[in-house]
């Protein structure tokens, strides 16, 4: 069932909200953030700083998120099953405060060189609030707990020694270092990572190229690499995200949008990829006029999707250890296209081609957007990063809007073959592995505290029934009949 046509009743409700932004029925004041957006913002910045590797800040945003989802959770009476929290509701906090605590308790943990400001942007936000003494130490109490005990709870995950010993093959297809610098790739142990919510890795991951069950061999790659599908997507990159092939204005603009890169000598790095889609989410969260609980909601489930997203297409990219397109193209013999000059429009990742990061990372976080408000088809708008730049070097600032979430998501994933650095196959099975992981997360985690069944409200009622009789010296069965039956009770 693909994102475009899913409808989910249970979550119907959203609908109206959605519903709302499309049709531009909301408050007339402008839309105003919240506790778990500034938190966001701030985590934005600090990846800015910190420079982390996409699927590094996956699970950064992912951390960030859970934790302040929690904390608010549990501030506002426990509406929905907690992630890591195994305590209960605590009322006396504000969940304002929690959220505070939460996120910027767990964005020290993570980025321990940037402790200061982030001390001195949670001081600011906890003093606008206003609070009491006894609610301020309750509500720190919840919040720094949470984020200490989930980032202990994650230390032991894999991520800490993913940046593992690589050294690239020599056949064709194999992958090959693209940059005259480059001894390694960026966290190729990346997909041992414990997954956030998807039941395994294995369970979402697209078929090798070369087939599906087919292990690694030399012989079965040449096939792959003479196929009709592999000359046809060799062509296609060849031809359209080549530095110079012509690309219209729109589609230097939208390569430029979507680059998300970690820098170079005149910008700093952006938010990332995964953190693009953050600066969505507390876009769309915002317009909606979603409450502190939903928009806590909201960020836990696009962040493990997020992170899910990045385990998953690190754990195909080593797998497959497949050749970026320019090497294929510089390449003589099987599979390549025998064009030493050829350059794609930008310069390519520090890691393997097939899968999509952009495409999974994109579809994950639009697939789980499409879910919570029950419809792809939200309006919106994204702006650049602040530290975006175009293929030329120049500074980048654009405003693109969308009609829906997969709309944006499928923008992603071809502006990575009009930038001439993936093929066509990696950013489909990227999008389809991006819905997949999406659609476990959505099911796995943050789900509704189911509500009493109607034999459990039909006990607690006899029960009330019994005591408040005794209590009277009359018979329960007698006085309570005609109760009974009203509530469905055999004679």
């Not at 590797?53 to 608010?72: E, F, K, L, Q, T």
Request: negative net charge; glycine residues 10%; proline residues 6%.
């Amino acid at each position: 069932m693909t994102t475009h046509a899913r409808t989910d009743a249970a979550r119907g409700r959203w609908v109206i909200i959605a519903l709302a932004v499309l049709t531009g029925w909301v408050a007339p004041q402008a839309a105003r953030g919240n506790a778990i957006t500034d938190v966001a913002q701030s985590l934005l910045t600090a990846i800015r700083t910190g420079a982390p590797s996409p699927p590094v800040a996956s699970r950064d945003i992912a951390m960030v998120g859970i934790a302040m989802y929690d904390a608010v959770n549990a501030a506002t009476g426990l509406t929905y099953q907690p992630y890591s929290y195994s305590g209960g509701a605590v009322p006396l906090a504000s969940a304002d405060a929690a959220a505070y605590y939460a996120g910027y308790s767990m964005l020290k943990s993570l980025f321990p060189s940037q402790s200061s400001s982030l001390q001195l942007q949670q001081d600011s936000a906890i003093n606008n609030l206003g609070l009491s003494g006894i609610t301020q130490t309750i509500s720190q109490n919840l919040g720094t707990s949470v984020a200490t005990n989930f980032f202990n709870a994650r230390a032991s995950d894999g991520s800490a020694t993913a940046q593992s010993p690589y050294t690239p093959g020599n056949q064709p297809g194999n992958y090959q270092f693209t940059n005259p610098t480059q001894t390694t790739v960026v966290q190729p142990g990346w997909g041992n990572v414990t997954p956030f919510a998807i039941t395994s890795v294995d369970s979402v991951e697209p078929p090798p190229l070369w087939g599906p069950g087919s292990l690694y061999g030399a012989a079965i790659e040449a096939d792959f690499l003479a196929s009709p599908q592999y000359l046809s997507a060799l062509n296609t990159v060849r031809t359209t995200g080549c530095n110079g092939c012509g690309q219209t204005l729109d589609e230097l603009n939208l390569s430029a949008f979507w680059a998300d890169t970690n820098g170079n000598a005149q910008f700093g790095s952006t938010a990332t990829p995964p953190g693009h889609w953050v600066a969505i989410t507390d876009t769309v969260a915002t317009n909606a006029g979603l409450s502190l609980l939903q928009t806590a909601r909201l960020e836990a489930m696009v962040g493990a999707s997020l992170a899910d997203a990045g385990i998953v297409a690190w754990d195909v990219k080593n797998d497959n250890d497949f050749w970026r397109p320019d090497t294929a193209i510089h390449a003589t013999g099987v599979g390549g296209g025998n064009d030493p000059t050829w350059q794609p429009l930008w310069p390519d990742p520090l890691f393997q081609s097939y899968i999509s990061g952009h495409s999974s990372f994109s579809m994950a976080a639009a697939t789980t957007l499409g879910d919570f408000f029950g419809t792809d088809n939200v309006s919106f708008c994204s702006t650049a990063d602040p530290n975006a730049h175009d293929a030329t070097n120049q500074a980048f600032a654009e405003t693109r809007c969308f009609t829906s979430f997969t709309a944006a998501a499928d923008e992603a994933g071809d502006s990575r073959i009009v930038g001439g650095i993936h093929f066509p196959f990696d950013n489909s099975e990227g999008l389809a592995t991006g819905e997949a992981i999406a659609d476990q997360v959505v099911a796995n985690a943050f789900a509704a505290v189911p509500e009493p069944s109607s034999m459990a409200v039909l006990a607690t009622a006899v029960m009330v029934l019994v005591g408040i009789c005794r209590l009277k010296g009359l018979k329960p069965w007698n006085q309570g009949r005609g109760l009974l039956k009203g509530l469905g009770a055999s004679g």
